[in-house]
C-alpha cells in the first residue's frame, strides 16, 4: 500500500493563517507591525530564491521586511557594520543573513554579532544552548517545521524510535536535540547517523521516525526504511532539467520505493521547505512579542 503523503503545503497554509491572525492581533493591542532584516551576501541562485520567498512571505502574514542584498565581494567588517545597525534598529524585530556565506567571511563571527534576542534562525550560541537545556527562544527553522510536521500529521513521538540521518548544525543536531527532549511533542528515543556510520541500513530499519538530512540524492531506498515508518526528508537537490529547462529537485530519500514501505512520507518539493519559512515567520512574531513584553 502506498504511503500517506504529509503534505506541508496544506499544513503551511494553515500555520500562516494562526501566525496573520496574530501579527494583527499585536498590531491591534500595541501598534507594532513584526518586522524581518535579511541579508544576502552574493548572488547564489537557490540563496536568492530562499530569500524572496522569505520576504515575500512576511508581505503576505502583515509582516514588515528589509531587505539587504550586499555585493559577493563585501568585506567581513562592512556586514557586521549592517548588522549593528540592525541590531539597533526599532523596526527590526529579526535579523536572518543567509547562509553560506562567502569564503572570505568568518561565518562564526557574523552568527555571534547578532543580537540573540533578534537571532530568529536560532544559530547565535546562546539560542543554541536555550535549545539544549529545553529552554528555547528560537527553535531553528528547519527542525522547528520537522517537529511541526510530525505533530500535525498526528505522528506519535514520545517513546517512539527516531532515527535522524546528517549530523549538521542546522538540521540534524538540532533535531536530534529538540526531540529528546523530555517535553510535549518529544520524549523520543533519538539516534544519529552520519558518513561515518557503520551499517546505516541497520539503524534506518528501526526507525519509527525516520529524519533524513544527508544532503544526497537517493540516500534511503524503500529496503532501509521500516514498514509502516514516517519518512521526514528534508533533502534539498537539484538534478538534472525538466522539460522546461529546470532543474529538478528531489529530496535525499528515493521517493517511489520508500512510498512502498512507509506509512507516512513528506514528498519534496512541498514537505520540509514551505514548513522552514512559515517556522521563520513564527520566530519573527516570537521576537516582536518579547520586545513589547508578551510571551504569549
Ligand atoms: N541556508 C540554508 N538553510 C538556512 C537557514 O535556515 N537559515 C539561513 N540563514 N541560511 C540557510
Given at each position: 500500500m502506498a504511503a500517506q503523503i504529509i503534505d506541508g503545503r496544506a499544513i503551511t497554509r494553515q500555520v500562516h493563517d494562526e501566525i496573520r491572525e496574530e501579527a494583527a492581533d499585536l498590531a491591534a493591542r500595541y501598534g507594532i507591525?513584526?518586522?524581518l532584516a535579511t541579508v544576502l551576501v552574493g548572488e547564489n541562485p537557490a540563496s536568492v530564491s530562499y530569500v524572496t520567498a522569505k520576504n515575500r512571505t512576511c508581505k503576505e502574514l502583515g509582516m514588515e521586511s528589509f531587505h539587504h542584498p550586499l555585493p559577493a565581494e563585501t568585506s567581513q567588517e562592512k556586514l557586521l557594520t549592517l548588522i549593528d545597525q540592525l541590531n539597533r534598529d526599532e523596526r527590526?524585530?529579526?535579523?536572518?543573513?543567509?547562509?553560506?556565506l562567502p569564503q572570505h567571511i568568518d561565518e562564526s563571527q557574523v552568527l555571534l554579532?547578532?543580537?540573540p534576542d533578534k537571532d530568529v534562525d536560532g544559530f547565535h550560541p546562546v539560542n543554541v544552548g536555550r535549545?539544549?537545556?529545553g529552554e528555547p527562544r528560537f527553535p531553528p527553522c528547519t527542525p522547528a517545521g520537522i517537529q511541526e510536521l510530525l505533530l500535525r500529521s498526528n505522528t506519535t513521538i514520545r517513546g517512539a524510535e527516531v532515527v535522524v540521518v546528517g549530523r549538521s548544525?542546522?538540521?540534524?543536531k538540532p533535531i536530534a536535540i529538540m526531540l529528546v527532549q523530555k517535553a510535549d511533542g518529544a520524549d523520543a528515543t533519538v539516534t544519529i547517523c552520519h558518513t561515518r556510520t557503520r551499517h546505516l541500513e541497520d539503524h534506518t530499519r528501526r526507525?519509527?521516525?525516520l529524519i533524513v538530512a544527508a544532503g544526497r540524492p537517493a540516500a534511503i531506498s524503500g529496503s532501509m526504511i521500516?514498514?509502516?515508518?514516517?519518512v521526514i526528508d528534508v533533502g534539498v537537490n537539484r538534478v538534472g532539467t525538466t522539460d522546461s529547462g529546470k532543474a529538478k529537485l528531489v529530496g535525499d530519500v528515493d521517493f517511489a520505493s520508500a512510498c512502498e514501505v512507509a506509512g507516512k512520507i513528506t514528498p519534496v518539493p512541498g514537505g520540509v521547505g514551505p514548513m522552514t519559512i512559515a517556522m521563520l515567520m513564527r520566530n519573527t512574531l516570537r521576537a516582536a512579542k518579547l520586545k513589547v513584553g508578551d510571551r504569549r
Open positions: 507591525r513584526p518586522g527590526v524585530h529579526g535579523i536572518l543573513v543567509q547562509l553560506p554579532s547578532i543580537d535549545l539544549m537545556i548544525n542546522i538540521v540534524g526507525a519509527e521516525i521500516r514498514p509502516g515508518a514516517t
